[in-house]
C-alpha cells in the first residue's frame, strides 16, 4: 500500500558539530517538517488476526523536507559555508535512513523478521574516469575538482577522489567498489566539487545511473550531463560532463565472467615459503596475515593499437586542408608513438600499428592526440582518452572515437590485448 503523509513536529535535537579548523558548534534542529509517499508492506500472511506478522514502511517518494538550525547561543547563518553543509548532512542521513529500499520493520506478533530487513544483492564497481568543460567556480585561475560518488548518502560508503587542481578537464581513472541492496530501484550519484581549501567547497554539478539501466556482468561506459540539482527536470545550463565505467555483479554471478577488478587472494611463492614457519612464527598467523592484507589487481600485458583512420579532421589552413598525425602516448607509463603525416587531408588513413608493454592495465589510459604538422612546429587539434577496461575484459575490438577538443573529427582504432594478471600486497 502506498499513501502520502504529512508529519509536522517540534523536537529539540542538539548536534555536536566539529568543523575542519577543529572548533566544535552545537546545533539546535527545530521544526521539523515531513511530507512523501510512504510504502506499507503487510508481511508476512498468517493465520491468526491480524492476518500479517508485521508491519514494514519506506519512503518511496519524498515531496518536502524543512526544518531549522541554530547554533546554540548564536545565528548559524553568521557563519559561511556552516549553515549549508550542514543542511545537506542532515537532508542526506534522514532520507537514507528512511527511503527505499531501506525500510523498517515493526514486529506486531512476535517472531523472527530478520528475512524482511534489507540485505546486499550484489556489488557496483565504478571507475570514475575524468570530466570535461566544468563550469570554472574560481574567480582567479581555474577550479581545483574533485568527485564524490555513492549509492546511499552514509559517511562511511560515499567515496571521494583526489582533488585535481586548477584544471576544467580532470582525469582522474580511480576505482571504487560499493555494496548495492535493490539494484531495480537505487541509482548511483556523482557529485563533482570545487575544493575552496578551508572553506565549505561548492557544488559544480552533479549526475545520476539507475542501476537497473546496467546489465549484469557487462561493462558500460558512460557520459552523463551535470546538472544543479537531481530534481530539476532540466537543466539549460552547460556545467559539464563525467565520464565512468560501470561493472553491475549480482551474488552467484562472480564466477561466470572474467572480472578484471578483482583481487585473488591465492598464496605467492613467498608466502608459501614462510608458512612452513621457518622463521619460527607460527604458520597459521602468517597465513592469518597474508589473507587480511588488502591486494590491489596488477594487469601486465603488450596493448597493440592500429591507427586505422580519421574522419572529418577539421581545416587548419587557409586552402581548407591539413597534415594530421597521431601520437600515441600511456598516461602512467608515458611512452609514446607517433604516426606518419598525411598531406593534404582531412579523412587520413594510417593503418599502423604500435605495440605498448603496460605494467598496470587496469590504472593507465590510453591518450591519443591528433596534430595538423607545420613547417615551423604542430597545431594541436583534439584528442580521444581510453582506458583500458574494455580491451582487457574483450581481448580485441574496433571503435569510432571522438575528437575531444575539436569542432569536428573521430578515430578510427583497433585495440588488441594479451595480459597476465599478477597480484601484489598494497602496503
Same mark, same amino acid.
Given at each position: ?6 508529519? =509536522? ?35 508476512? *500472511? ?73 540485505? &546486499? ?6 571507475? *570514475?574516469?575524468? @570530466? ?46 560499493? #555494496?548495492?541492496?535493490? !539494484? ?9 566539487? =570545487? ?11 552533479? !549526475? ?38 560501470? *561493472?553491475?555483479? &549480482? ?8 572480472? /578484471? ?27 592469518? @596475515? ?7 589487481? #596488477? ?15 577539421? !581545416? ?13 602516448? *600511456? ?16 579523412? /587520413? ?5 604500435? =605495440?605498448?608493454?603496460?605494467? =598496470? ?40 572515437? &571522438? ?25
Amino acid at each position: 500500500m502506498e499513501l502520502e503523509m504529512q508529519w =509536522d513536529g517540534n523536537p529539540s535535537i542538539v548536534l555536536d558539530i566539529k568543523t575542519k579548523l577543529g572548533v566544535s558548534l552545537p546545533i539546535q534542529v527545530k521544526n521539523i517538517g515531513f511530507t512523501g509517499v510512504f510504502r506499507l508492506m503487510f508481511k508476512p *500472511l498468517v493465520n491468526e488476526f491480524p492476518c500479517f506478522g508485521a508491519v514494514c514502511y519506506s519512503l518511496r517518494h519524498k515531496k518536502k523536507l524543512d526544518f531549522t538550525l541554530k547554533v546554540v547561543g548564536g545565528d548559524v547563518s553568521s557563519i559561511p559555508g556552516i549553515s549549508d553543509a550542514i543542511e545537506s548532512t542532515i537532508r542526506d542521513a534522514i532520507e537514507d535512513s528512511i527511503t527505499w529500499p531501506v525500510r523498517k520493520i515493526i514486529p506486531i506478533i512476535p517472531g523472527d523478521y530478520s528475512d524482511l530487513e534489507l540485505k &546486499p544483492v550484489g556489488t557496483l564497481e565504478v571507475k *570514475l574516469v575524468q @570530466a570535461k568543460e566544468l563550469t570554472n567556480k574560481d574567480i582567479i585561475g581555474k577550479s581545483d575538482p574533485y568527485a564524490v560518488v555513492y549509492i546511499r548518502p552514509l559517511a562511511d560508503r560515499m567515496k571521494k577522489s583526489k582533488t585535481i587542481n586548477n584544471q576544467l578537464n580532470p582525469i582522474w581513472n580511480e576505482h571504487f567498489e560499493f #555494496i548495492v541492496e535493490d !539494484a531495480s530501484t537505487q541509482h548511483l550519484i556523482v557529485k563533482i566539487f =570545487d575544493d575552496e581549501g578551508v572553506q565549505a567547497s561548492e557544488l559544480i554539478g552533479c !549526475a545520476q545511473v539507475l542501476l537497473k539501466d546496467l546489465e549484469p556482468g557487462k561493462v558500460k561506459d558512460v557520459w552523463l550531463k551535470l546538472v544543479k540539482d537531481l530534481d530539476l527536470q532540466r537543466d539549460t545550463k552547460n556545467r559539464g560532463q563525467v565520464h565512468l565505467e560501470l *561493472l553491475y555483479i &549480482p551474488f552467484g554471478m562472480e564466477n561466470s565472467f572474467t572480472n /578484471p577488478f578483482a583481487p585473488k587472494f591465492s598464496m605467492t611463492s613467498l608466502e608459501k615459503a614462510l608458512k612452513s614457519g621457518s622463521d619460527g612464527t607460527e604458520a597459521g598467523d602468517l597465513e592469518k @596475515a597474508a589473507n587480511q592484507k588488502k591486494r590491489e589487481v #596488477i594487469v601486465r600485458g603488450v596493448l597493440s593499437v592500429t591507427v586505422i583512420s580519421a574522419e572529418e579532421v577539421p !581545416a587548419t589552413d587557409i586552402l581548407g586542408k591539413a597534415d594530421p598525425y597521431v601520437i600515441l602516448s *600511456l598516461k602512467k607509463a608515458g611512452t609514446k608513438n607517433k604516426t606518419r603525416v598525411v598531406n593534404d587531408s582531412l579523412n /587520413p588513413v594510417w593503418n599502423q600499428t604500435f =605495440d605498448f608493454v603496460v605494467e =598496470d592495465g587496469l590504472h593507465d589510459m590510453l591518450v591519443l592526440e591528433l596534430y595538423d604538422h607545420d613547417t615551423f612546429g604542430k597545431d594541436y587539434i583534439g584528442r580521444c582518452i581510453i582506458t583500458l577496461t574494455r580491451v582487457i575484459l574483450e581481448g580485441e575490438y574496433s571503435d569510432t572515437v &571522438p575528437l575531444d577538443g575539436a569542432k569536428s573529427g573521430k578515430l578510427n582504432l583497433h585495440l588488441k590485448w594479451s595480459a597476465q594478471p599478477i597480484y601484489r600486497d598494497s602496503t
